[in-house]
């Protein structure tokens, strides 16, 4: 699977750093000029409601060339899978599609409700990205998704002193991401330690979007 490192900083899009990137639009709106990506990455649009906003799913008149990507929102499985059955009924086959989001998981504590949660919306034959999913979460399910993010790095650097004088703290260091990166545990049979969360070869990262683009944004 392929993990995308979050950050609050879009400059990192354009440094190389080697790791496929999510970054939020709040980051993104508002700047005179964007950064030129140099790896794959994905924004995060901040989680509007596409259908409820315009009753209808309109990404392939909005952006066609972008792989755009619903996200089902839910609190219990049963609100996922009303959700996802909400897109089917507007004639959007899930299954058809590249990659499928799952919000809201970041905001859970009961792993192993999570695990229930995408196991089985896994077992309707869809390819997942987790949004946010908890490290400890990761490594439960790793094996039925196609792709995570998560930012907890930047929340525990806020609690470790700077590598230099010109870092208070390592909340948005991209040393200390990408060495809590490279000790992600990405499935259940994974040792910490093992660089297993780095994306299979250029192409699975890219997830068919060229190079420097936006691979995937999340519309629901
Ligand atoms: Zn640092």
């Given at each position: 699977?392929?993990?995308?490192?979050?950050?609050?900083?879009p400059?990192?899009?354009?440094?190389?750093?080697?790791?496929?990137?999510?970054?939020?639009?709040?980051?993104?709106?508002?700047?005179?000029?964007?950064?030129?990506a140099?790896?794959?990455?994905?924004c995060?649009?901040?989680?509007?409601?596409?259908?409820?906003?315009?009753?209808?799913?309109?990404t392939?008149?909005?952006?066609?060339?972008l792989?755009i990507?619903?996200?089902?929102?839910?609190?219990?499985?049963s609100d996922?899978?009303?959700?996802?059955?909400?897109?089917?009924?507007?004639g959007?086959?899930?299954?058809?599609?590249l990659l499928?989001g799952?919000?809201?998981v970041?905001?859970?504590q009961?792993?192993?409700?999570?695990?229930?949660?995408?196991?089985?919306?896994?077992?309707?034959?869809?390819?997942l990205?987790t949004?946010?999913?908890?490290?400890?979460?990761?490594s439960?399910?790793?094996?039925?998704?196609?792709?995570?993010d998560?930012?907890s790095?930047?929340r525990?650097?806020?609690?470790?002193?700077?590598?230099?004088?010109s870092?208070?703290?390592?909340?948005?260091?991209?040393r200390?991401?990408?060495?809590?990166?490279?000790?992600l545990?990405?499935?259940?049979?994974?040792?910490?330690?093992?660089?297993?969360?780095?994306?299979?070869?250029s192409?699975?990262?890219?997830?068919?979007?060229?190079?420097?683009?936006a691979?995937?944004?999340?519309a629901?």
């Amino acid at each position: 699977m392929t993990f995308y490192l979050g950050t609050h900083q879009p400059a990192w899009l354009a440094r190389d750093l080697g790791v496929p990137l999510l970054v939020s639009h709040r980051r993104l709106a508002g700047r005179a000029s964007l950064p030129r990506a140099t790896g794959p990455w994905a924004c995060d649009s901040g989680g509007f409601t596409e259908l409820s906003l315009h009753g209808r799913w309109r990404t392939t008149e909005l952006a066609p060339e972008l792989p755009i990507i619903p996200v089902l929102q839910g609190q219990s499985i049963s609100d996922y899978h009303r959700c996802a059955d909400l897109y089917e009924k507007h004639g959007i086959d899930l299954a058809a599609l590249l990659l499928v989001g799952v919000g809201s998981v970041c905001r859970r504590q009961h792993t192993i409700e999570v695990e229930h949660i995408v196991r089985s919306l896994a077992a309707r034959n869809l390819r997942l990205h987790t949004f946010g999913a908890k490290i400890l979460g990761l490594s439960r399910f790793a094996d039925v998704i196609a792709s995570s993010d998560s930012a907890s790095w930047s929340r525990r650097g806020r609690y470790v002193p700077g590598c230099s004088p010109s870092h208070a703290t390592e909340s948005n260091c991209p040393r200390f991401a990408l060495d809590w990166y490279s000790r992600l545990p990405t499935s259940p049979t994974d040792e910490p330690g093992q660089h297993s969360a780095r994306p299979e070869g250029s192409r699975r990262a890219t997830m068919g979007a060229p190079r420097g683009g936006a691979t995937q944004r999340r519309a629901a």
